[in-house]
């Protein structure tokens, strides 16, 4: 897996590459986490390059929103392919973030 | 490949012949049940109950891909094992390591979702197994039977709900996967399993060791 760090006027995006599981959880933790106690509140995490994640990466992603959601912050997520969306349904996450098409459409609600 | 044991005549030498050549199958076997599931059913109706059945059954198994490992289940309670040579053949993964790191995160997403009228919280018991055989007794089954399997049962009443309980001897594949891989040895959730307890289970005629990992 690759993270990618890119910083815009709106908010960080955060690109993930490859497979997202227990191998590689943790760099993904680590660098939410860093950011959200740096009080980067506004996250775009881009999934569009994302492969396959497993409940150990799903886990990082749910303690990323409700930390940054108890900041007041934004949490948004992108470009989830057909697997991953039908993985992000099964955990009852297409109800609780908030999930756009693109980067470009989900840049407009920052 | 199960071997299907079906022998008419009691006293078969055959019988006997053929069971003392079934090898061992050694693997990861867990069992995982939901929590509360029986109150539930008196309380609601099949809508209210199959509903959070679905929701807990899928999220536990196809986040990770466990549903092709169910042997299978028997009320709220399933059985799932992995042998080793089909957790070593997976391209990652593979270890112990990575399935206790992934059943945990099952019970953490579920325990954590914000919305908690969809999921039921669960209780799993995880073991590795050594005297464990691929064999069935019923015509088109696929099922594994041996001491080891009893006792990952046994283990199962030490386990409580948000709580894995995990024998001595998988704990010690997670240690030995973790120092493989050049990793702490509490790494993940590894950081929360308790000291090591020693129990006598029914029908086991040897004490036992486990430990437990309260989901956070």
Redesign the interface.
């Known amino acids: 897996m690759e993270i990618n760090e890119q910083k815009t006027d709106q908010c960080v995006i955060i690109g993930i590459t490859g497979?997202l599981?227990?191998?590689n959880y943790?760099l993904l933790e680590k660098k939410l986490m860093e950011l959200i106690d740096n009080h980067q509140d506004k996250i775009l995490v881009d999934c569009s390059k994302m492969d396959y994640?497993?409940?150990?990466g799903?886990?990082i992603l749910?303690m990323a929103l409700?930390k940054i959601t108890m900041q007041k912050g934004k949490f948004v997520l992108c470009g989830l392919q057909e697997n991953i969306h039908?993985?992000f349904e099964?955990?009852?996450f297409t109800?609780?973030f908030e999930i756009h098409s693109s980067p470009e459409e989900a840049l407009r609600v920052f | 490949m199960v071997n299907y044991i079906h022998f008419t005549d009691p006293n078969s030498e055959e019988m006997v012949r053929v069971l003392e050549q079934i090898p061992r199958c050694p693997g990861t076997c867990f069992f995982m049940d939901i929590n509360r599931s029986t109150d539930m059913k008196y309380q609601g109706g099949l809508k209210d109950w199959g509903r959070k059945l679905n929701n807990t059954f899928n999220n536990l198994l196809y986040s990770n891909n466990f549903q092709q490992h169910i042997v299978k289940g028997i009320g709220d309670e399933m059985m799932l094992f992995i042998p080793d040579e089909v957790l070593q053949k997976k391209s990652s993964n593979n270890t112990c390591f990575a399935l206790l790191e992934d059943i945990y995160a099952a019970l953490f997403l579920i325990k954590n979702h914000p919305d908690q009228s969809l999921f039921l919280n669960c209780k799993v018991a995880i073991h590795y197994c050594t005297e464990v055989h691929n064999i069935t007794f019923f015509d088109g089954a696929d099922d594994y039977y041996g001491r080891d399997i009893d006792l990952t049962a046994r283990l199962m009443s030490k386990s409580i709900e948000n709580r894995i309980v995990l024998s001595e001897m998988f704990y010690m594949k997670v240690i030995n996967d973790l120092i493989n891989m050049g990793l702490p040895v509490e790494t993940g959730c590894m950081s929360r399993v308790s000291e090591r307890y020693v129990e006598n289970f029914r029908g086991v005629p040897v004490s036992t060791a486990f430990r437990v990992i309260d989901v956070q």
């Open positions: 497979r599981d227990t191998t943790s994640v497993s409940s150990s799903l886990r749910l409700k039908e993985i099964i955990s009852g109800s609780i």
